[in-house]
């Protein structure tokens, strides 16, 4: 479609033309300035911040357990990944046990987590792309029964509070993990049935096949990581090659995209990765050992011993990092996120440029941006 | 052209197969919940609305004034008012105030409270007029001895044990109303307790009667608190 707008030979003035930051279809408040010839992206300068609401610091200004009940806020959609990664950290440091059933229930919770914010991602992909399918139907229906049992487990919905450092904070009761198998009994009817409506649909096949091709060697340079790369065909997930937790105990395997890295190997890429999770979680809940959930007791004045750790796991978005420096007392002395929606975000204006205006949110919604963990 | 036509043919053939999916779905028992006309079911853990606990079998108020929620709070939305009480030389609390508008739900008060007396309550349809209404005394958060013994049973939270012997009377639900009124006897306190009764039934959302209500309440307890720090 670009080609055929690019060789006529019509001249027009660049115009620039601002997209948000109250843009629907930006997930949230991203501006893109867009320099426009016709149709045609010429120069994207994403602005981003608007959403900064100093995550780092308040971390170092509240105690670390007062900081847990905040983590969640610094990717919203995937709570329990941020809560995770916090908790590594301070583990690192204060070289405390954690349980194996902690450690299960930990693998469980995250997996489940993984399938909601790839749902969230999968209906507003496709409103991007202009289906009715998304936002408030298919994907919403499975995504509130696991934010149900979410609720059950941690409290609330989205802000769970429920991976702590040392352990999680409440050990399900046995009807829970019947629900959890109930859900993962149908989930890959609903997947199949996703797929019957969307993967082959000829619509979407023209709207994202070939559009958007992240060359590997560009997804390196830019530290892209998660679904992303892996739909360019690159082998890189930090449960398989950096494995933490009780991940190597897991079998499961990593999809990778079949073609050359377009929007629709990462849209298939995040679809194979449910079915993935769904797996993962069966097996958690077969190997669910039995015993303590914490192995560090949750106190106001919860202390970590004084050094430096850092941590990295596998989000849905890509790599999360977190880096803590304690010095001993209640309080980190230094908080330090790395997060993959930020980095991911960089590549944009490469992918962007030189495709047409109706591409840009084809292309912005399958690399899967979160602005909130972009600005934290 | 043959080629054209296996792709034509294909392509309708995958829009039939979305499309019977879709057609299916009609038929299926709608998933979405009327929501103000059927309640969701919560879980006993739901993180919502701050109340206090009182014993369910005694109807003692189970805040030791110990103000390990106000501490812990990360936004600072709780103040306890507390005295020490001369005969007893034991701390007694006078108001418990929560700003449900700062408050984020976040559920550690809960988890540090040595007696299990401040809990979230399923209880989450809490919009009112007025910031100040969202400012809860402890007149609003106190639960009923039927409710407490409802939320001890759902939460699985062991009951309190029994004092080992009653030095003094067992203490009124509310002790700010009981207490104060030997130091200062005004006639606002009074007009509160009248006012502030239809405040006690959980959830009723009467715009016009909270707004009168907040006011004097406040203003009521300021009073008070300067009150306790002159001592």
């Known amino acids: 479609m670009s080609t055929n707008l690019e060789t006529t030979n019509l001249k027009t003035d ?49 105690t670390l357990f007062q900081y847990q009940a905040l983590i969640d806020r610094v990717d919203y959609l995937s709570g329990m990944f941020t809560s995770l990664a916090f908790a590594h950290a301070c583990e690192q440091i204060d070289g405390c046990q954690i349980p194996p059933r902690a450690q299960y229930l930990r693998a469980l919770v995250c997996e489940m987590n993984r399938i909601s914010s790839h749902l969230l991602w999968l209906g507003t992909f496709l409103i991007d792309l202009g289906a009715l399918f998304g936002f408030p139907f298919y994907p919403f229906r499975e995504r509130e029964k696991l934010l ?23 050990d399900p009761k046995p009807s829970w993990f019947e629900k959890v198998r109930k859900f993962t009994a149908e989930f890959p009817d609903r997947i199949d049935e996703y797929e019957a409506i969307v993967t082959q649909n000829p619509i979407v096949l023209k709207r994202t096949k070939g559009v958007g091709i992240l060359d590997k060697s560009v997804a390196m340079d830019y530290g892209v990581t998660g679904p992303s ?14 494995p933490y937790g009780i991940y190597p105990e897991l079998n499961f395997e990593i999809p990778l995209g079949q073609n050359q ?10 679809i194979l990765e449910m079915r993935q999770s769904n797996n993962l979680i069966n097996q958690c809940l077969d190997k669910m050992p039995e015993g303590e959930i914490s192995g560090k007791k949750q106190i106001a004045g919860l202390r970590i011993k004084a050094g430096e750790g850092f941590s990295a796991i596998e989000s849905p978005r890509g790599v999360l990092g977190c880096y803590v420096i304690s010095n ?49 | ?79 306890i008012t507390a005295h020490k009480s001369p005969e007893t030389n034991k701390l007694e609390l006078i108001d418990f105030k929560i700003d449900h508008g700062l ?23 809490m919009a009112d007029y007025s910031r100040e ?25 062991a009951l309190p044990k029994p004092k080992p012997a009653k030095p003094v009377a067992s203490a009124p639900i509310a002790p700010s109303i009981a207490k104060p009124v030997e130091t200062k006897t005004e006639a606002k306190p009074v007009e509160t307790k009248t006012e502030a009764k239809p405040a006690e039934t959980k959830t009723e959302t009467k715009p016009a009667e909270t707004k009168t209500e907040a006011k004097p309440a406040e203003t009521d307890t300021d009073t008070k608190s300067t009150d306790n720090e002159s001592k």
């Open chain 1, 261 to 270: 890295g377009d929007t629709w190997d990462r849209y298939m890429c995040r």
């Open chain 1, 148 to 170: 149900d049992l979410f609720e059950e487990i941690a409290g609330q919905r989205m802000m769970f509070n429920y991976i702590r450092i040392g352990g999680v904070q409440r």
């Open chain 2, 1 to 79: 052209m043959s080629n054209l036509l296996t792709r034509a043919k294909d392509s309708i053939y995958q829009v039939l197969r979305g499309l019977k999916t879709v057609a299916v779905h009609s038929l299926r028992i709608p998933t979405t919940k009327e929501y103000p006309d059927t309640m969701p079911p919560l879980p006993p853990h739901f993180r919502g609305r701050l109340a206090l606990n009182v014993n369910p079998e005694t109807n003692e108020h189970l805040c030791i004034s110990c103000r390990q929620c106000e501490r812990v709070c990360p936004d600072k939305c709780i103040e």
């Open chain 2, 133 to 157: 209404a969202l400012v809860y005394d402890i007149r609003k958060l106190t639960l009923t001895q039927g409710e407490s013994s409802h939320y001890f049973a759902a939460k699985e939270i």
């Open chain 1, 328 to 376: 001993g007392s209640d309080k980190a002395y230094r908080i330090r996120w790395r997060n993959p929606s930020f980095c991911n975000l960089a590549v944009l204006p490469s992918l962007l440029i030189g495709r047409p205006i109706s591409d840009i949110m084809a292309i912005f919604g399958s690399i899967d941006v979160i602005l909130p963990d972009v600005d934290r």
């Open chain 2, 103 to 125: 408050c984020m739900f976040c559920g550690l008060c809960t988890e540090v409270c040595p007696t299990d007396c401040i809990i979230n309550t399923n209880d989450f349809e």
């Open chain 1, 14 to 62: 660049e115009m620039i033309i601002n997209m948000g930051p109250q843009h629907p279809a930006t997930h949230g408040v991203l501006r893109l300035i867009l320099k426009l010839d016709g149709e045609i992206v010429r120069h994207v300068e994403p602005v981003i911040g608007h959403l900064h609401r100093a995550q780092e610091w308040q971390g170092q200004n509240r």
């Open chain 1, 229 to 242: 790369i892996r739909g360019s065909g690159i082998n890189y997930d930090l449960r398989k090659t950096r």
